[in-house]
């Protein structure tokens, strides 16, 4: 499949913090005892996101994000780390789409969706979970 | 002497239902190798493993010789019967479910990496339909990730030194065997 073309809008400062909804499947067993976000979760040429500055806006917390699917878990990555992995990031508002919704748009290589899952900050819940260990 | 084909196909092989295609194939195949050399081995059976995920249960049918399951069988299993057990907009941005064939592919794949006593990996949902296999030891990465295009890519990354590799999977996963030996 052909490159898509990559929009920016360069009235989005770098400093915009993009949140991230992740499927339960998304967070996985890492190797210091607690739990990690997956590549998966930032493999989509479109990756949608919510602007956390039009959450505020709009009066709501980031647990609105998470509205109606209690099994997910939120995360957030910057602007500016999407630009520097090559990414363009647009406002993507119109109905029925959230009015906090947006994109980051561009091919997402493996090691740039690891770039972004490294780079990921918690925030529901506020660090990673501890690995749940099976009984015997 | 056993060549790398017939070790493979003496091992027990995984496929859902889907896969009854491919799993009559292979035990023609195994029969033809069969006839062509002398064995002791009792003749492997069809068999069934179930697993429940979401509340529905999934079959997987195996060819049972008899031999002791990998130890990564259940938890691997499981984890394949959980995308099974996707529906469509399982991520709530309207993905599809995860294409049946690339499960069955990455099932397969399963059989061919992983040394008896593996670590099982983690097994993600992609949103275009395919997915992902992963391990995270000793502060290196592995992924397998399975397009439903066929395509085939790996990554690994290793934290301590900053080495980082992608790109498509060869034959016989020879490289991305390669570095599964540097996590295990």
Same mark, same amino acid.
């Given at each position: 499949m052909p490159d898509r073309e990559i929009t920016d809008d360069? +009235?989005? +400062? =770098?400093?915009e913090v993009l949140l991230r909804r992740l499927h339960a499947d998304w967070v996985v067993p890492g190797d210091r005892g607690r739990m990690r976000i997956t590549s998966a979760a930032f493999k989509n040429f479109e990756l949608s996101i919510l602007f956390l500055s039009l959450m505020e806006q709009q009066g709501r917390s980031k647990e609105d994000a998470l509205k109606g699917d209690p099994d997910s878990s939120l995360c957030s990555v910057t602007a500016g780390l999407a630009r520097q992995l090559e990414q363009g990031v647009i406002y993507d508002?119109? #109905? #029925?789409? =959230? #009015?906090a919704h947006g994109l980051v748009i561009g091919k997402k290589r493996q090691s740039i969706a690891n770039c972004f899952a490294r780079e990921a900050r918690w925030e529901i819940p506020s660090e990673a979970p501890l690995v749940a260990i099976e009984a015997p | 002497m056993a060549t790398p084909e017939l070790t493979r196909l003496e091992r027990n092989f995984v496929a859902t239902p889907d896969f009854s295609r491919l799993l009559a194939e292979l035990t023609e195949r195994e029969r033809r190798l069969d006839a062509g050399t002398s064995s002791c081995r009792p003749e492997p059976v069809a068999a069934i493993i179930r697993r429940t995920s979401r509340g529905r249960q999934v079959a997987f049918w195996y060819l049972e010789d008899g031999e002791p399951k990998p130890t990564w069988l259940g938890p691997v299993l499981q984890g394949f019967a959980n995308l099974v057990t996707l529906n469509d907009n399982w991520d709530g941005e309207g993905a599809r479910r995860i294409d049946p064939t690339t499960i069955n592919r990455a099932l397969a794949a399963m059989e061919e990496v992983l040394p008896y006593d593996a670590s099982a990996p983690s097994i993600v949902p992609l949103q275009n339909s395919g997915l992902q296999v992963e391990w995270h030891r000793n502060g290196k990465d592995v992924e397998i990730e399975f397009d439903p295009t066929g395509s085939v890519t790996f990554y690994y990354f290793d934290a301590e030194s900053g080495e980082e590799h992608e790109g498509r999977v060869g034959p016989w996963f020879a490289t991305v065997k390669e570095y599964l030996n540097r996590i295990w």
């Open positions: 360069p +009235a989005i +400062a =770098d400093h508002t119109e #109905p #029925p789409r =959230d #009015p | -």
